[in-house]
């Protein structure tokens, strides 16, 4: 892989994931969507879908990495780290960029909203207490990352495109399973690129950004990325 297909594969894909994904919350979230109120369920589900679209589209450019947890575990298992802020830049990019196209795809909803809609760009807590949230965060994102770093362990799954699938039926477990307390962000890029677009999108009433909060779905994937890296190790 090139310097150009890893940044052009990372930005392209993250931004897929974004679209779809920050796409289903506003569907369900917004007034005068045809979505509106279909519930977590169709949440959780139209995230892993936004993952299948995202990485079959641009594996064969960067592996669709997509997310920095996902690129740091990776690092950590191979000890190579000299293309991590390549990666990283691209997925936040891509990210900061498939937010903005949600809101141009909700215009009208947007316009239309009376109510502050941060949930729609990044993740917050039912229940605010730092330390669960920042744990929440990390054990989640360790079953991400290992699972996928287990199935680049099994012969053929990860070429033939079926450890894809995995993965994006794995992220509608974990949204099932694990995203009630958080939200999921289980993916650094995810959360801030969006939550940056809704602080300088022009949407009315929407409400601040909760940069206060903002780390946790940043520093808790992180570590949860590190130490799935570190088990892999381990136990491969």
């Known amino acids: 892989m ?3 297909s890893i940044f052009i594969g990372e930005f392209l894909g993250t ?9 289903v919350v506003a569907g369900v979230v917004l007034a005068k969507s045809k979505s ?9 589900f139209g995230w892993g879908f936004a993952v299948l679209a995202g990485a079959y589209a641009v594996a064969p450019l960067s592996g669709a990495h ?3 947890a996902v690129t740091v575990g990776l690092a950590i ?5 000299s293309t991590v802020p390549l990666y990283v830049g691209a997925q936040l990019l891509g990210a900061f960029t498939g937010a903005v196209l949600c809101y141009l795809a909700y215009l009208g909803q947007f316009r239309a909203n009376t109510g502050e809609v941060l949930g729609i760009f990044a993740t917050g807590p039912e229940v605010r207490h ?3 949230n920042l744990t929440t965060e990390v054990i989640a994102t360790f079953v991400l990352v290992f699972v996928i770093l287990a199935t680049g362990q099994t012969k053929g799954l990860e070429t033939s495109g079926t450890g894809v699938l995995i993965v994006a ?3 509608v477990g974990i949204g099932m399973s694990l995203g009630g307390p958080t939200g999921y962000a289980i993916n650094p890029a995810r959360d801030l690129g969006p939550r940056l677009a809704h602080a300088v999108l ?7 950004s909760d940069w206060g909060y903002a780390w946790i779905p940043v520093v808790g994937p992180l570590l949860g990325g590190a130490l799935a890296g570190l088990v892999d190790i381990a136990v491969y």
């Open 2 to 4: 090139t310097n150009q």
């Open 15 to 23: 931004a897929l994931l974004l679209l779809l994904g920050n796409g």
């Open 36 to 44: 509106n109120g279909a519930g977590w369920v169709v949440i959780t």
């Open 66 to 68: 997509l997310n920095p």
């Open 77 to 81: 298992h191979n000890g190579d780290w």
């Open 130 to 132: 730092r330390a669960q």
């Open 169 to 171: 039926l794995l992220v």
């Open 202 to 208: 022009p949407i009315p009433g929407k409400g601040g």
